[in-house]
């Protein structure tokens, strides 16, 4: 449990909001074209990192707005927030 | 066995104040070599070491466990123990478990005290009595012994659940699996641990895996912090850690490590003698030997390895069990703690080769991976002695994933994710 500087509320508890897991992972452009081995890549094979990974974070009882976050999974300390669409800061 | 526990063990050591015990497994450094390596001392790679050496007569492995044994999430875990599950692969595997579990304290010659109480689980809604009703009759065609109860016979069952219509999630009946229960979990480690020591197998604890060596599609050993340990085979059994190793190896899993928490109350005498579970408002509870209630809550909804979870997931479980058991309104909670889980998409576990030779990975059993210890071990040795599936765990392949075949159970696990 830690809490969390929403870029467009502030300071919430983490309650307030829900995890949409690791960042960045691009939808595929053509997925007519995909393989099995590459939907099974983009659906369930995930990095799963301890340490510092990107995830994807919404607001749920809040502002309901998608952002980014920077995170280290094996403590919970929080390196940085980013709205979407912005490229990630360099930690 | 050269040092058999029984009721004449016990008086003869009983002239000597119990001092003169032998320790049930030895504290051996690593050898340089082995035919193969178990990564990770819970129960389920203890599990595989002993069946490994029992079944396959491999006695040349041995077990690595960064920590102390059992002292993940075998030690942290709710103890239940059931194989209600829905669909026929599951249902083999988790049966084929409980068949063992019926007489493991026998074969290991350790009181691991499974106690077939019977698992109680709970339907709230319209929805959950079609599904447990539909699970119900998917366990008996399955051989799988499971009743329906209405809501007058769960209350007979347990008197002391609130079986009113008026609370908010009325109990419109539910399941009830009489061979399921509990063990005591750390026994099962110590218990699988001083049969695999006795056939051989080295057990080295503070030893942490800190890299697989690979010559192209072939493993050739560990990098660890006692030191290179040669071996072809390697089994990793590393639970929320599954992910960690495979990227040593330049693998990914479809893996997402959480914290499950659980806590125990104050000891009190017996009220309640089954276990109850409820996956719709997540309340469940049993109580231990000496008295404890023993509460499972869920998991925390991002990854985390930390070990210890959120305040709020505690908070709604404990809301959910007042309302269930309104007797418990005073209890006091002694201890809290966490434990990091794998969970798949699918829920259900893997137990299976990978597109590297000689590695394999027993993984993704997210927040219910206890119940089947005996049945995972035996199957995942299975599987590193032949280097091909028992047909028991064939369906548990990470080949699903590409495939589509998935074992879907998120109906059948008790935790919702």
């Not at chain 1, 094979?45 to 309901?64: A, D, L, P, S, T």
């Not at chain 2, 040092?3 to 320790?23: G, V």
């Not at chain 2, 005996?374 to 599987?383: I, K």
């Not at chain 2, 699903?400 to 879907?408: C, T």
């Amino acid at each position: 449990m830690f809490i969390i500087n929403c870029p467009y509320c502030g300071e919430r508890d983490q309650s307030e909001f829900s995890c949409g897991g690791e960042a960045h992972i691009v939808r595929p452009k053509q997925p007519t074209e995909l393989s099995d081995d590459e939907w099974a890549e983009y659906l369930f094979m995930r990095k799963n990192i301890k340490g510092v990974q990107f995830e994807r974070w919404n607001h749920i009882h809040g502002c309901r707005k998608w952002f980014n976050m920077i995170r280290d999974t094996s403590n919970d300390k929080i390196h940085a927030v980013y709205k979407m669409g912005e490229k990630p800061p360099v930690i | 066995m050269k040092n058999k526990y029984s009721i004449f063990s016990l008086i003869k050591n009983a002239f000597s104040q119990h001092q003169n015990w032998k320790q049930a497994w030895g504290n051996p450094e690593p050898k340089k070599e082995y035919d193969a390596v178990i990564v990770g001392g819970g129960g389920h790679g203890l599990a595989t070491a002993y069946y490994l050496a029992k079944k396959h007569n491999m006695k040349n492995i041995a077990v690595l466990e960064k920590g102390w044994i059992g002292g993940g999430n075998t030690g942290r875990n709710t103890t239940i123990i059931r194989s209600n599950y829905l669909w026929d692969a599951s249902a083999g595997l988790y049966d084929h478990a409980l068949k063992l579990w019926e007489n493991l304290s026998q074969e290991l010659n350790y009181n691991i005290m499974f106690s077939q109480r019977g698992v109680m689980n709970l339907a709230h809604n319209l929805q959950d009595v079609r599904d447990l009703k539909r699970r119900t009759h998917a366990n008996r065609l399955n051989g799988i012994d499971a009743v329906w109860l209405d809501t007058k016979e769960v209350k007979e069952f347990c008197p002391i659940i609130n079986t009113s219509p008026d609370i908010r999630y009325p109990v419109l009946g539910g399941t009830l699996q009489k061979r399921a229960g509990t063990a005591r979990h750390d026994a099962v480690a110590w218990g699988y641990a001083r049969g695999a020591d006795e056939m051989g197998v080295d057990i080295i604890q503070n030893c942490e895996v800190k890299g697989i060596k690979r010559n192209g599609d072939q493993v050739e050993g560990l990098e660890t912090t006692k030191g290179f340990i040669k071996t072809k085979k390697i089994g990793v059994v590393a639970a929320g850690h599954s992910s960690v190793i495979a990227n040593m190896a330049g693998l990914k899993l479809p893996l997402e490590s959480k914290p499950l928490q659980a806590l125990v109350s104050e000891p009190v005498k017996p009220i309640i003698d089954t276990v109850v579970m409820s996956n719709a408002v997540h309340a469940y509870v049993s109580q231990s030997d000496k008295g404890e209630l023993v509460i499972g809550a869920g998991t925390d909804a991002y990854i985390s390895y930390t070990q210890r979870g959120s305040h709020d997931v505690v908070e709604g479980t404990l809301k959910a069990i007042l309302e269930l058991y309104p007797i418990f309104s005073r209890m006091k909670m002694l201890r809290q703690w966490g434990g990091i889980v794998d969970i798949c998409p699918d829920a259900s576990p893997v137990i299976s080769k990978t597109n590297i030779k000689g590695l394999y990975f027993n993984c993704g059993w997210g927040t219910g991976g206890f119940k089947a210890t005996p049945g995972s071990g035996d199957l995942f040795a299975h599987t590193i002695a032949n280097d091909e599936p028992h047909k028991l765990n064939a369906a548990f392949n990470l080949n699903r994933f590409i495939s589509g075949d998935l074992v879907d159970e998120h109906g059948a696990a008790a935790v919702a994710h």
